[in-house]
């Protein structure tokens, strides 16, 4: 993920969010990156438009194509993906505030918990936001509080199983302030090792703050528990030898000091 929100929102006390502007319903935006699709020379996405969700294929360039004339444009084929009744009802009272290849973040624009990470369509996206879900609320067991996000303790689910959860409303970490606080990067990793966890998947965009500044990191969809086997959810190259380690978050870190 990128980001939860692009600004700093000061209302979580008034139990609010603070999403910049409003939804404009005849534009349509990306909900996923561009992969393969499943025809020779073809690519695929998903996109959202007047409240629904698209599959669009298109062949070619993987590069996005242009949207902006969405539905009305041959360049692509377009199929409306259909979610049950208790997520359509999720997806209709909140905005888009970002994605990635796992999930869509959106704000339902109020409670302590305004934040709504959605599992992409796909079994294997389900079962990788339950690791995740299962990983939060151990996290959130520990005695010592760890610097991640806090979370809903209810997860949203159907008769398919979980498809997301609620979190607080965090603010972005801009790269010089990144820069600036990676010895702080680095206590809040070795907080999170110290109490058996590892994260497996730190990047930049992965690292953010709350409203006191603290650091604070996100997406624990390749998270393990040091010297276990890694969840068959979790991508093997994340942990080589599929037994947990804090390797991974190291030498990320390390990318971090070299992009410095």
């Not at 093997?236 to 978050?249: I, K």
């Amino acid at each position: 993920m990128v980001s939860i929100l692009d600004t700093i929102s000061p209302s979580i006390q008034q139990q609010t969010c603070s999403c910049n502007g409003e939804s404009i319903l005849d534009q349509c935006h990306f909900l996923s990156p561009p992969e393969r699709a499943n025809e020779h020379g073809h690519y695929k996405c998903m996109v959202e438009y007047s409240g629904k969700v698209y599959l669009i294929t298109w062949r070619g360039s993987i590069n996005y194509p242009d949207i902006t004339e969405f539905p009305n444009d041959a360049e692509y084929r377009h199929e409306e993906i259909v979610f049950q009744p208790a997520k359509q009802e999720i997806w209709s009272s909140s905005k888009l505030v970002d994605f990635g290849a796992d999930a869509v973040l959106r704000c339902s624009h109020k409670g302590p918990r305004p934040i709504i990470k959605l599992a992409h369509p796909g079994d294997e996206f389900r079962l990788r936001i339950q690791h995740e879900f299962e990983f939060m609320k151990a996290m959130a067991s520990v005695e010592t509080a760890l610097p991640v996000p806090k979370i809903d303790q209810q997860p949203l689910s159907d008769e398919q199983g979980i498809f997301g959860y609620r979190l607080q409303l965090l603010n972005k970490l801009e790269q010089d302030e990144l820069g600036r606080r990676l010895s702080d990067v680095k206590d809040a990793i070795e907080c999170l090792h110290r109490a058996g966890f590892s994260h497996g998947d730190l990047n930049p965009s992965n690292v953010m703050k709350d409203n006191q500044g603290n650091i604070v990191l996100i997406d624990f969809g390749c998270a393990g528990m040091i010297g276990k086997e890694s969840s068959k959810s979790v991508p093997t190259w994340v942990y080589p030898g599929l037994l947990v380690t804090t390797d991974t978050d190291w030498k990320s870190l390390e990318r971090f000091t070299i992009g410095k």
